[in-house]
């Protein structure tokens, strides 16, 4: 027996969910939200570091992305898209608390490599727990780059930043996570 | 605990402790009233604040509104069966059981229906692996209902009857405008939710589990 294949038909009829959705469907915006919602809420969570902010952030996002449908190219990846205004919202609320940390761009640095590897394979808890503990923009880079695997333009354009100030984020946050966790570079 | 290698391993999902939904759409239930005077102001702020020529001439016409009724209420029955699947989601079987209560005549389809593909499912459902699998699934649907429990072969026959009858209304009414592209996507849609329904069936068992 032939089984199903619905990763397939996932990607298939995504578009079409996305124009019912455009024509005033709820319902068909409800099923983008549960695909998406994990991710979405991941991202959040990673760069607001609390619960309930992460929630409020991922509720924005989705109403923001109800908001913007018409002008969401269906070309274009909606995931990416989505992210692009979590991290937007994100910024905003943290802006909100307190002023942004500024960095110091260090364009002459190498970017570093795409592969974060651990010389020993840790417990996911304890890695969030020091990828947490990172200053906000070295977070946020990481976790645009290493976790969500956009590139390092991609990364600054989200995050509204230089590339090159992305790229020095990240050795940073290399830096904070070698101490911490044996991490190397591959 | 799991324990990862890269950081490119960790889960980049992940569920929010609630179901977030209920509030998501009351906001823009709000949105969508607070721009019904900006729609008639030809101002738009969401999705459906002004709809476009298409949809208002779709709305004018009803018989095409209601082949879309049709059509969501089957998508209502059996709606999304994996997007729905975490763990704060709505259950479904729970969704398609409130309506089996509400609806008059209750579950006596006929799934063999089903197996008469039109010219239209050519049209729509072109991609050849889609028509093996459904071929596929379609040849032991009998016997996987009929090893069902009860209450999960009703729920299924109902789903299918209803998709089933969306089909036909929503083909009837592309048979008098074949070039409406809302119509076109519900017909997609409601074949994506049989090919679901004979998915979950083939995978439930004899025990109807995740129905």
């Not at chain 2, 704060?88 to 509400?102: M, Q, W």
Request: charged share 25%.
């Amino acid at each position: 027996m032939t089984h199903a294949e619905p990763q397939e038909s996932r990607v298939d009829w995504e578009g079409a969910l996305v124009q019912r959705a455009r024509s005033g469907d709820t319902r068909a915006f409800e099923r983008l939200y549960r695909e998406h919602a994990g991710r979405v809420h991941g991202l959040c969570l990673r760069m607001t570091r609390d619960a309930a902010l992460a929630e409020d952030c991922t509720q924005e996002t989705f109403v923001n992305a109800w908001r913007a449908l018409a002008r969401f190219e269906t070309r274009s990846s909606l995931s990416t898209w989505l992210h692009r205004i979590a991290v937007n919202v994100a910024l905003a609320k943290r802006r909100k608390n307190r002023d942004v940390e500024q960095v110091v761009e260090s364009p002459d640095e190498d970017a570093p490599a795409a592969e974060w590897i651990l010389e020993t394979p840790m417990e996911v808890q304890d890695i969030e727990i020091a990828i947490g503990e990172l200053p906000e923009g070295a977070r946020d880079a990481l976790v645009l780059h290493a976790l969500y695997g956009y590139s390092h333009e991609e990364a600054a354009r989200m995050l509204g930043i230089a590339e090159g100030t992305c790229k020095a984020q990240l050795h940073r946050a290399r830096r904070l996570l070698r101490d911490r966790l044996d991490l190397e570079v591959a | 605990m799991d324990k990862v290698k890269s950081l490119g391993e960790l889960p980049r999902a992940i569920e929010p402790a609630r179901d977030l939904w209920p509030q998501i759409e009351a906001r823009i239930r709000a949105s969508q009233a607070d721009a019904a005077p900006a729609a008639d102001a030809g101002e738009g702020v969401g999705p459906a604040a002004l709809p476009s020529r298409g949809a208002r001439r779709f709305m004018a016409q009803p018989w095409l509104a209601a082949a879309a009724m049709v059509a969501s209420v089957a998508l209502g029955v059996w709606i999304g069966r994996d997007l729905l699947s975490g763990p704060r989601a709505p259950p479904v079987a729970a969704r398609a059981g409130a309506t089996v209560a509400a609806a008059p005549g209750g579950a006596q389809a006929n799934p063999a229906v089903l197996d008469a593909p039109t010219a239209l499912d050519a049209a729509f459902v072109s991609d050849p692996r889609f028509e093996r699998q459904r071929a596929a699934l379609l040849q032991s649907l009998q016997a996987k209902i009929a090893a069902l429990p009860p209450a999960s072969r009703a729920r299924v026959l109902f789903s299918l009857e209803t998709i089933r009858k969306a089909k036909e209304d929503l083909e009837a009414a592309l048979g008098k405008d074949p070039g409406n592209a809302l119509l076109q996507e519900l017909l997609i849609n409601t074949y994506q939710d049989e090919m679901r329904v004979l998915t979950d069936v083939h995978t439930a068992g004899d025990t109807g589990r995740g129905i």
